[in-house]
């Protein structure tokens, strides 16, 4: 047995399907039907009920895909370890992104970063910072990109950029024509949001409610891009973080006004986990990050 058998056992507990699991570990279906086979022959028992239509793993099966998983968790160490050592920026990186930071950041930064480091091979993964977090405790992912909420509190965290968030209003608003406009001014209005899952939600509305506003509960956006066209259209005002925001203050129908007293930001970082032995790759990564925005 070697360490790919153990990647494609894993696989097809994470996938519960052949075909997908051959997949994601670039294979075909019959080389990693053929590999699961060939270990069970191997350690002399079965990991699969084969008799069933699904992927259903035997009880030592399930305890052997948790075994897997750490032998595979501590491999991995072991390739960070070396890496730090050598402190060089070489190898596979795998980096979360939050959907309201991706988009906006990702063109900034990727071309510079392939520039600076060509010998390091970026993967770059996207989704909503529970998720992400999941992925970076279980060592699927090296570090994140994110807003720094409270479930990122057990990662080291280096600060990146302090965003503001700055007020979308319709072009027709009374607030268009002005630079900027005072938080307190959104007492007693409604304000468009995310829905629930966007770190950014909490924290727009956080800053709104402390002003006297609330959230329009009869519409929740999944993309900023989504909001952005709400307020186009006419449905409402928004808080929007200024990295998504057009380089003019007026465009396609929405208007760009800075929010003061107080301005609302969240704090960009990367984080990591304790203890990674990538420390000085992520804090090189993180203050390049920085000097781009």
Sequence with gaps: MNIRDFEYLVALAEHKHFRKAAEACFVSQ????????????????????????????????????????????????FKEMAAGQSG????????????????????????????????????????????????????????????????????????????????????GHEWADQLEVDMHELEGRTVLALGDGHCLRDHALGFCFAA?????????????????????????????PDLSLPKEREKDGVCYVRAVNPTPSRSLVLAYRPGSPLRVRFEKIAAAIASYL
């Design 30 to 77: 019959p080389t990693l039907s053929g590999q699961i086979r060939k270990l069970e022959d191997e350690i002399g028992t079965s990991l699969l009920e084969r008799s069933s239509r699904r992927v259903l793993f035997t009880d030592s099966g399930l305890q052997l895909v948790e075994q897997a998983k750490r032998i595979l968790k501590e491999v991995k160490t």
């Design 88 to 171: 060089e920026m070489t190898g596979p990186m795998h980096i979360g992104f939050i959907p309201t930071v991706g988009p906006y950041l990702l063109p900034k930064i990727v071309p510079k970063l392939k520039e600076a480091y060509p010998d390091l091979e970026l993967f770059l993964h996207e989704a909503q910072t529970h998720q992400l977090v999941r992925q970076l405790e279980e060592g699927k992912l090296d570090c994140l990109v994110l807003a720094s909420v409270a479930e990122t509190a057990h990662f080291k965290e280096i600060e990146v950029y302090n965003e503001p968030l700055s007020v979308a209003v319709p072009c």
């Design 212 to 240: 006297g506003a609330k959230d329009d509960e009869r519409f929740k956006a999944t993309s900023l891009e989504t909001l952005r066209n709400m307020v186009a259209a006419g449905a409402g005002i928004t808080l929007l």
